[in-house]
């Protein structure tokens, strides 16, 4: 069975860290790249950060570039997103997300998509 447990979020006050986590378990974690999400109230679903897994390779959305780090533990399938200097903007819930895409024995390609529960980041002014 495929999980993905977020852990971490709480109030901060402005200026403020938090550090989320991901423990991930029933797939692959190598094969995978981890996205953390992020979605306000009335607000769409935004991508915040990504690690590949295979390549090593990290990105974020401008907006968080400088102040964000993501990172990965492999011998603990666990993604972590270092948050510091945050802002109300920030406030949301948040939501790690593993995807992968393999190419079958016939060339077809198979796709593989989960999500966790979600964990609440508020950020007071």
């Known amino acids: 069975e495929v999980q993905l447990v977020e852990s971490g979020g709480g109030l901060v006050q402005a200026g403020g860290s938090l550090r989320l986590s991901c423990a991930t378990s029933g797939f692959t974690f190598h094969d995978y790249a981890i996205s953390w999400f992020r979605q306000a109230p009335g607000k769409e679903r935004e991508g915040v950060s990504c690690i590949s897994n295979r390549e090593g390779d990290t990105s974020y959305v401008d907006s968080v570039k400088g102040r964000f780090t993501i990172s990965s533990d492999n011998a603990k399938n666990t993604v972590y997103l270092q948050m510091n200097n945050l802002t109300p903007e920030d406030t949301a819930v948040y939501y790690c997300?593993?995807?992968?895409?393999?190419?079958?024995?016939?060339?077809?390609?198979?796709?593989?998509?989960?999500w966790g529960q979600g964990t609440q980041v508020t950020v007071s002014s």
């Open positions: 997300n593993a995807k992968s895409a393999v190419v079958g024995w016939n060339g077809e390609i198979y796709e593989y998509d989960y």
